[in-house]
């Protein structure tokens, strides 16, 4: 028998979003927009799980047209912005990062977005990039879902830049999905036992 034995332990760890982002997270400004995926164009009702607490700010707006018709879950409404810019501003429950967003056009060409970006930050006064979208269908009223996004912040900004016609848009319905920030690491940890000095060592691996 050798004069060495082996303990392996396994347990958990929590890193918060900040730790992990020191080892992660490259930076993000306004000026680095984030690669998306090809929308699923057919996408039944999406799940998102993210809370929307408030609606923060949003471009003027008809009556009985506002941008609460977007979280409402009623998809024969719509949020129809005036003026020349659409945005809708919304404070989250708590800070999220958003790696997806789930859209759904009016429908009828149009007014149906084609392009948007999304904006995040933790005061309403500094905002960073966290990702955009060239590529929205026009001409139909399914669900249509697009992730890569990197957008952590309490509040977020989503800036509609163009539709199919170049008229105001007019969305239906709108959600995000992502996380808390919060991520669960499986640490290996192999504590090393000698018999002739009596002395643990330990190494850890994560993964």
């Given at each position: 028998?050798?004069t060495?034995f082996?303990?392996?332990?396994i ?11 020191k080892?992660t997270?490259?930076?993000?400004t306004?000026?680095?927009?984030v690669?998306?995926?090809q929308p699923d164009?057919?996408l039944?009702a999406?799940?998102p799980?993210i809370?929307i607490?408030n609606i923060?700010?949003?471009s003027?707006y008809?009556?009985y ?20 810019e659409?945005f ?6 708590e800070?999220?990062?958003v790696?997806?967003?789930n ?13 948007f970006k999304l904006e995040a930050?933790n005061?309403l006064?500094?905002?960073y990039l966290?990702?955009?979208?060239d590529?929205?269908q026009?001409?139909?009223h399914?669900?249509?879902s697009f992730?890569g996004?990197?957008?952590s912040?309490?509040y977020l900004r989503?800036?509609f830049?163009?539709t ?5 848009p007019w969305?239906?319905e ?17 504590m090393?036992?000698s018999?002739?000095?009596?002395i643990f ?6 993964i």
């Open positions: 028998m050798g060495h082996f303990l392996f332990v347990f958990a760890v929590v890193l918060t979003e900040v730790e992990l982002a080892i997270t490259p930076e993000t306004l000026d680095s927009p690669p998306h995926h164009k057919e039944e999406p799940s799980n809370t607490a923060i700010s949003t003027l008809t009556e047209h506002g941008p609460d018709n977007t979280i409402d879950g009623d998809t024969f409404s719509s949020w129809n912005p005036l003026g020349e659409y809708i501003t919304f404070e989250l429950s800070r999220y990062t790696s997806g967003i859209l759904l056009n009016q429908g009828d060409y149009t007014h149906d977005v084609t392009k930050s005061n006064d500094s905002w966290g990702g955009s979208v590529d929205v026009a001409g139909t399914e669900w249509q992730d996004f990197t957008a912040g309490k989503i800036i830049t163009e199919y016609s170049g008229y105001k969305l239906s709108l959600s995000f999905s992502g996380h808390t920030g919060k991520y669960v690491f499986l640490c290996y940890c192999v090393k036992f018999i002739k000095t009596h060592t330990k190494s850890s691996i994560y």
